[in-house]
């Protein structure tokens, strides 16, 4: 998980890993939720 560089990625590396750039909450309002298992990329909108 990196958070620092400001893009928006999710990118599929092997079947049993993924690269996930968390982005930033100021310009793609984007963050994560990990459920103990699995680290899902989400976007807040207001509606």
Known sequence: IFGHRHI???YKLTESSTFI???DW??????????GKNLELKYFTSE
């Open 21 to 23: 750039n968390l982005g």
């Open 8 to 10: 928006v990625l999710e």
């Open 26 to 35: 100021v310009r793609y309002n984007s963050y994560a939720i990990f459920d």
